[in-house]
């Protein structure tokens, strides 16, 4: 069965300065997805970014971005310039291309001003 | 857009009683999935369906049952209510593997359920 791990269950950021969000995955698959989402206390789930495995070059998007290690299962989310609207709790998921999305237990993350 | 609506975002239910969450998309999306959310843990799968009249078990499905008449619903049946079933419902829709695939998952607002 895969499983998914992040190991930090809260971070802190100093608004402005980077943080990184740690995920591991474990699957004997090739050919799957990695997606971080975000959940602010509104509770709505909100895509953060999107990673195909087959792709080697990390995905990014404005602020975020990824270090994707597949030989070492690793999937780490980057948040660079932090703002106060990035407080939230961040989960990772891997899905193979089947229908189930796998959740990690979430990281919450705080935007200290 | 609406996206994927769901109803309602409340409900307190005794022991016992049974209730139906509701679920809408409008993107034409074949595939729908029911999670829960319990505190400080992720989402689990309960029942998910990839297309209308074809639905199936995931991880957690005792105690619920659902059902898909069309691609555009998709309801939570819950029996018995148990103080087990307090958690927060999550109805999500994907495109299917056939076309427009790309992992991702959209998802409602989530309904808070409290059993007392």
């Known amino acids: 069965a895969q499983t998914v791990t992040q190991s930090q269950p809260e971070m802190s950021v100093q608004e402005a300065e980077t943080v990184t969000l740690s995920c591991t995955y474990d699957?004997?698959?090739?050919?799957?997805?990695l997606f971080w989402y975000k959940q602010p206390p509104s509770r709505q789930m909100i895509l953060v970014i999107r990673q195909e495995a087959y792709k080697q070059q990390n995905a990014t998007e404005n602020r975020f971005s990824v270090n994707f290690q597949k030989a070492a299962k690793s999937f780490s989310l980057k948040i660079s310039d932090s703002q106060l609207g990035d407080a939230a709790m961040y989960f990772c998921?891997?899905?193979?291309?089947?229908?189930?999305?796998?959740f990690g237990k979430g990281t919450k993350l705080s935007v200290i001003p | 857009n609406a996206g994927v609506t769901q109803t309602p975002k409340f409900r307190i239910l005794k022991i016992g009683q049974s209730m139906t969450l509701q679920c809408a998309q409008d993107?034409?999306?074949?595939?729908m999935y029911w999670y829960r959310q319990d505190p400080g843990m992720g989402l689990k799968l309960i029942y998910y369906?990839?297309?209308?009249?074809?639905?199936d078990k995931g991880e957690v499905p005792n105690g619920y049952n659902v059902s898909r008449s069309t691609t555009e619903d998709f309801p939570l049946r819950l029996e018995l209510a148990a103080p087990s079933q307090t958690s927060v419902y999550f109805c999500?829709?994907?495109?299917?593997?056939?076309?427009?695939?790309?992992?991702?998952?959209?998802f409602g607002e989530g309904s808070r359920l409290t059993v007392l």
């Open positions: 699957t004997s698959e090739s050919d799957y997805y």
């Open positions: 993107m034409n999306h074949n595939y």
């Open positions: 369906s990839v297309g209308a009249g074809i639905t």
């Open positions: 999500a829709s994907s495109y299917g593997l056939d076309r427009g695939f790309t992992g991702e998952l959209f």
């Open positions: 998921a891997y899905r193979m291309r089947s229908y189930q999305l796998t």
